[in-house]
């Protein structure tokens, strides 16, 4: 499904040449980047890959985009200089775009870890106490605990999922797939951080079949190689002048991953 078909940033130009957001695409050629269900913004750190999704949270109204303490006029001023359209369905009605749409950025699934990590931590240090003060065996502890007199049961399935004490990936992957839900759009914003190279594949392969089977689509800033050689996805490479699109195997990052295991491919073979 595509909800969001096209977007156009600013065209606008300003004199001071270090103006957020304006800076960040003074020397791009502008041209509408047309999506598809699964469209990748790729490019190397200060490309814009992430600027340029949360502008498109911000203009499309999605849940997740950051605002700033400063120069907060010139950014709205470019988010309503770029405009967009919304895709169609099959009979010729323009779509909206879905209220349960997110952007989601690296940072705000390692705060929801961390979050899990604290409430371990209360956890654990409230049945130290009562093992300590009041003199109850850890068994006794975590019974108390468990009742519902205490403040902590609000926090309870976030705790129990702690206690399983997954990695940072495996919690980031788990976060993902309870939060995406059928029929909405996703911006990400580098979802590979922590995530080992098989679960970078396995999002991948998640992300596809959402996008194909239960009418999601998603905007999606990376520059992983097994994240781009695995989404079946338009690639728009924000380090080229105009913004081109291009194949994954086309890109420096991958170049730059394929050359290094082909210096050191006689280690493979021993």
């Not at 190397?44 to 997740?64: E, Q």
């Not at 709205?76 to 775009?97: A, H, N, P, Y």
Request: net charge negative; with cysteine; hydrophobic share 35%.
């Amino acid at each position: 499904m595509v909800y969001l078909s096209s977007f156009l940033i600013s065209e606008k130009r300003v004199k001071n040449p270090n103006l957020y957001p304006y800076n960040v695409f003074r020397k791009k050629e502008i041209y509408p980047m047309v999506f598809s269900p699964v469209t990748i913004f790729y490019g190397n750190n200060g490309s814009g890959k992430s600027t340029l999704l949360n502008i498109i949270a911000r203009k499309a109204d999605i849940r997740g985009y950051e605002t700033y303490a400063y120069g907060q006029g010139y950014i709205d001023k470019f988010v309503r200089e770029c405009r967009f359209d919304v895709g169609e369905d099959e009979s010729g009605k323009r779509l909206c775009i879905p209220k349960d749409s997110l952007y989601i950025k690296s940072e705000d699934i390692l705060f929801e870890i961390k979050k899990i990590q604290q409430e371990e931590a209360l956890e654990r240090g409230y049945i130290f106490d009562l093992v300590k003060q009041k003199g109850m065996d850890i068994g006794t502890a975590e019974r108390s605990f468990d009742s519902h007199e205490h403040s902590f049961w609000s926090k309870k399935e976030l705790i129990q999922f702690a206690q399983e004490k997954y990695s940072n990936g495996e919690t980031t992957m788990q976060i993902l797939r309870d939060t995406f839900a059928p029929g909405s759009l996703y911006l990400l914003d580098e979802p590979e951080v922590s995530l080992s190279p098989q679960n970078q594949v396995g999002l991948a392969e998640e992300i596809n079949r959402m996008a194909r089977f239960l009418e999601c689509q998603f905007i999606i800033a990376t520059h992983s190689p097994f994240m781009l050689g695995t989404l079946q996805a338009k690639i728009y490479n924000l380090d080229t002048e105009y913004m081109d699109e291009a194949k994954w195997y086309e890109l420096e990052n991958v170049k730059f991953f394929y050359e290094f295991f082909e210096r050191n491919k006689e280690l493979f073979r021993q």
